[in-house]
């Protein structure tokens, strides 16, 4: 069954439960009750007519009526879950009580209880704002493997889904924040951006900031392929993004390969190859490995024989409760955090930032930061290799010197 068929039915039978339990029972006059209805039919609706005007030229304040929408969804959404786990209290007290059922259809008893609920269901939804607007929260991890022959601090953007109605000056912060941790490189695991290349212009200058301080890698996620993938392939590299599609490099000389491939669901429905082979082509044996791959799934050729460390997105750590459940059934299992796939220590980031309803309800987005160290064998052996070949060590030198001027200088 195609999606958009499910969710008319699921959205129908939501609004026919709703619309009975609020105004049902009571002595409502016909304004209130097609007022009620057509506020239930424009909540359920709110994501197709918000997709569509973001694809519109919109200017002005009118960018930002798709939030309106998005979170009058996420409201009619918590009203239904918030009403549906009352009723089912309800319903469990008055059996245990042993109190008539008939007490649930009281108008009077039933409207009070209905006017707190609704309260309840806009606090909630106000406080996910809130959740959603603020900078995200540092997480940090150390890992230490003797592949690493360098002390490396790496941080992870996932599930930015940059759209028109993002204000230049959220890219700005989350740009600030990552610059204040002072990354080698940042990398960029997809979902990215959610509009084309021409309509996130001013959006993608503020995002190209972290070129300036840092090596950005990036990946394609499935809504790249939305927006045009071959378009914003061209959009990445051009902004001097080194663009992982089937493709890795070294970080320097610090062992560690990074290499990326694109959305494996996405990439899968229009025909593009995952080549996890090309994306190791230039790893060697004893190279710490990341792979970065928007879905948390292992690709075909895959093992811990060739990669160390996975780091994915796309779940969003399911956003908004109850949605963890669903998300979680969806990718087999994996919701948000670390996990072992196939021998593979996987990385799952909650995301940076949000997609579809402007809330995040218990699950904080993120900005993730790897240090990822050497270990004692590692450094000896690097130290060696510089011993025995002198002209490594003197451009090692060079560098930091330059560094260290160029830090004089600012």
Same mark, same amino acid.
């Given at each position: 069954?195609?999606?958009?068929?499910?969710?008319?039915?699921?959205?129908?039978?939501?609004?026919?439960? %709703?619309?009975?339990?609020?105004?049902?029972?009571?002595?409502?006059?016909?304004?209130?009750?097609?007022?009620?209805?057509?506020?239930?039919?424009?909540?359920?609706?709110?994501?197709?007519?918000?997709?569509?005007?973001?694809?519109?030229?919109?200017?002005?304040?009118?960018?930002?009526?798709?939030?309106?929408?998005?979170?009058?969804?996420?409201?009619?959404?918590?009203?239904?879950?918030?009403?549906?786990?009352?009723?089912?209290?309800?319903?469990?007290?008055?059996?245990?009580?042993?109190?008539?059922?008939?007490?649930?259809?009281?108008?009077?008893?039933?409207?009070?209880?209905?006017?707190?609920?609704?309260?309840?269901?806009?606090?909630?939804?106000?406080?996910?704002?809130?959740?959603?607007?603020?900078?995200?929260?540092?997480?940090?991890?150390?890992?230490?493997?003797?592949?690493?022959?360098?002390?490396?601090?790496?941080?992870?953007?996932?599930?930015?889904?940059?759209?028109?109605?993002?204000?230049?000056?959220?890219?700005?912060?989350?740009?600030?924040?990552?610059?204040?941790?002072?990354?080698?490189?940042?990398?960029?695991?997809?979902?990215?951006?959610?509009?084309?290349?021409?309509?996130?212009? %001013?959006?993608?200058?503020?995002?190209?900031?972290?070129?300036?301080?840092?090596?950005?890698?990036?990946?394609?996620?499935?809504?790249?392929?939305?927006?045009?993938?071959?378009?914003?392939?061209?959009?990445?590299?051009?902004?001097?993004?080194?663009?992982?599609?089937?493709?890795?490099?070294?970080?320097?000389?610090?062992?560690?390969?990074?290499?990326?491939?694109?959305?494996?669901?996405?990439?899968?429905?229009?025909?593009?190859?995952?080549?996890?082979?090309?994306?190791?082509?230039?790893?060697?044996?004893?190279?710490?490995?990341?792979?970065?791959?928007?879905?948390?799934?292992?690709?075909?050729?895959?093992?811990?024989?060739?990669?160390?460390?996975?780091?994915?997105?796309?779940?969003?750590?399911?956003?908004?409760?109850?949605?963890?459940?669903?998300?979680?059934?969806?990718?087999?299992?994996?919701?948000?955090?670390?996990?072992?796939?196939?021998?593979?220590?996987?990385?799952?980031?909650?995301?940076?930032?949000?997609?579809?309803?402007?809330?995040?309800?218990?699950?904080?987005?993120?900005?993730?930061?790897?240090?990822?160290?050497?270990?004692?064998?590692?450094?000896?052996?690097?130290?060696?290799?510089?011993?025995?070949?002198?002209?490594?060590?003197?451009?090692?030198?060079?560098?930091?010197?330059?560094?260290?001027?160029?830090?004089?200088?600012?």
């Amino acid at each position: 069954m195609p999606a958009d068929i499910a969710f008319l039915i699921v959205a129908v039978a939501v609004i026919a439960i %709703t619309y009975k339990t609020y105004v049902g029972y009571g002595n409502y006059g016909w304004g209130i009750k097609v007022g009620f209805l057509l506020f239930l039919l424009v909540g359920w609706s709110a994501p197709f007519m918000g997709f569509a005007l973001r694809r519109m030229d919109l200017g002005g304040w009118l960018v930002h009526l798709t939030d309106v929408l998005y979170f009058l969804f996420g409201y009619v959404f918590f009203l239904f879950i918030v009403s549906f786990i009352r009723d089912t209290v309800w319903m469990v007290a008055d059996l245990v009580r042993r109190v008539p059922i008939n007490e649930m259809k009281d108008a009077i008893l039933l409207q009070k209880v209905n006017l707190y609920t609704l309260a309840f269901a806009l606090l909630l939804c106000l406080y996910g704002v809130f959740e959603a607007a603020k900078t995200p929260a540092v997480k940090t991890y150390d890992i230490s493997s003797p592949k690493i022959k360098e002390d490396t601090r790496l941080v992870m953007l996932s599930d930015l889904h940059i759209d028109v109605d993002t204000s230049p000056k959220t890219i700005e912060k989350i740009v600030n924040r990552v610059k204040e941790l002072r990354p080698d490189a940042v990398v960029i695991v997809g979902d990215t951006v959610d509009n084309t290349p021409a309509k996130l212009y %001013t959006q993608m200058q503020e995002l190209k900031k972290l070129e300036e301080d840092s090596m950005v890698y990036i990946v394609l996620g499935n809504h790249e392929f939305y927006a045009g993938a071959r378009d914003w392939a061209m959009a990445f590299s051009a902004l001097g993004f080194r663009f992982l599609n089937n493709y890795g490099d070294k970080v320097g000389n610090t062992g560690i390969y990074l290499a990326g491939i694109p959305d494996i669901n996405a990439a899968q429905r229009v025909n593009m190859p995952i080549k996890t082979k090309n994306a190791l082509y230039k790893a060697e044996k004893d190279d710490f490995v990341i792979m970065l791959s928007h879905t948390p799934k292992i690709a075909e050729g895959l093992t811990s024989e060739n990669v160390d460390l996975q780091l994915s997105g796309h779940t969003h750590g399911g956003q908004i409760y109850p949605f963890h459940y669903f998300v979680k059934a969806a990718n087999d299992g994996i919701l948000s955090g670390f996990y072992n796939k196939n021998g593979i220590k996987m990385y799952v980031s909650r995301g940076t930032r949000y997609w579809g309803p402007p809330m995040r309800i218990f699950a904080p987005a993120e900005i993730t930061v790897f240090n990822l160290k050497a270990t004692s064998e590692a450094v000896e052996k690097n130290t060696q290799t510089e011993k025995d070949n002198p002209d490594v060590r003197d451009v090692q030198a060079d560098s930091e010197k330059h560094q260290t001027e160029e830090g004089s200088n600012k």
